[in-house]
């Protein structure tokens, strides 16, 4: 069953720091172009960073320096490491491939207070 699910949002304060992770089942993540997305509350779902099986990122500029991408293949997962984290970046997060994209998860809610 191909399968995502998204963890690792919770509520932070400004300049703090969260790890999220994806856990892709069905297929395998370092073969696809892994791709992070946020809604915001009241907003459409805008495009974070992806991850391109060669290991190339690359990153929306109002994240750009502070999150990084990463797979690990061994769990079949990919992460977002958000660091320097603002009120803005609140929102929930979701996790999915390019192009051929599966159902989407539950998302994971990640809340920045100032």
């Known amino acids: 069953q191909v399968q995502l699910v998204e963890s690792g949002g919770d509520l932070v304060q400004a300049g703090g720091s969260l790890r999220l992770s994806c856990a892709a089942s069905g297929f395998i993540v370092k073969t696809n172009v892994m791709v992070w997305y946020r809604q915001a509350p009241g907003k459409q779902r805008e495009f974070i960073a992806h991850l391109i099986p060669n290991g190339v990122p690359a990153y929306a500029d109002s994240v750009e320096g502070r999150f990084t991408i990463s797979r690990d293949n061994a769990k079949n997962t990919v992460d977002l490491q958000m660091n320097s984290l603002k009120p803005e970046d609140t929102g929930v997060y979701y996790c999915?491939?390019?192009?051929?994209?599966?159902?989407w998860g539950p998302g994971t809610q990640v809340t920045v207070s100032s």
């Open positions: 999915n491939r390019v192009p051929n994209a599966v159902s």
